[in-house]
C-alpha cells in the first residue's frame, strides 16, 4: 500500500543572500534529483532529467537561482570539494554514466529545470 506522506523533507540553511531556494518534488515524472550538504552545511541539489539527459546543479553557496550545467560528470563553473565531488560522482553514476547525454548548445531562459520543481 502507497503513502503520500513525504519521505525526506530538508530546510534551507543558506542565509538570504545566497536567495530564494528552490523547492523539489521528488515526484516529478522523468527526474532523478539529488541532496547534499558539506561539512560547513553548504547545500546542493542535483537535478537530471531522463527525457534530455541534461543534469544540472544548483547550490546555495553560488546562488540558489544560479544553474550550472553537468557535463561529463563534471559542474561547469564550480570548484567543488573531494566531498562534493564525490556526492556528485555518485549521482552522475545513478543517472546512468554510461548513457547518451544531451551536450547543450546555449541556455534557454523557459528551460524548466530553472523553476522550482
Known amino acids: 500500500m502507497k503513502t503520500k506522506s513525504p519521505l525526506f523533507e530538508v530546510s534551507n540553511h543558506h542565509v538570504i543572500d545566497c536567495g530564494k531556494p528552490p523547492t523539489v518534488n521528488g515526484d516529478t515524472p522523468d527526474m532523478y534529483f539529488g541532496y547534499f550538504a558539506?561539512?560547513?552545511?553548504?547545500q546542493a541539489i542535483y537535478y537530471y532529467d531522463y527525457k534530455t539527459g541534461e543534469a544540472v546543479v544548483r547550490m546555495g553557496d553560488c546562488g540558489w537561482?544560479?544553474?550550472?550545467?553537468?557535463?561529463?560528470?563534471?559542474?561547469?563553473?564550480?570548484?567543488?570539494n573531494d566531498a562534493e565531488l564525490t556526492?556528485?560522482?555518485?549521482?552522475?553514476?545513478?543517472?546512468?554514466?554510461?548513457?547518451?547525454?544531451?551536450r547543450p548548445e546555449n541556455e534557454?531562459?523557459?528551460d524548466p529545470r530553472k523553476r522550482d520543481h
Not at 560522482?89 to 547525454?101: E, F, P, Q, S, V
Open 87 to 102: 556526492w556528485l560522482r555518485a549521482c552522475w553514476l545513478a543517472t546512468g554514466k554510461n548513457r547518451k547525454r544531451v
Open 108 to 110: 534557454d531562459s523557459s
Open 38 to 42: 558539506n561539512e560547513y552545511g553548504e
Open 65 to 80: 537561482e544560479n544553474v550550472h550545467r553537468v557535463i561529463e560528470g563534471r559542474v561547469e563553473g564550480v570548484i567543488l
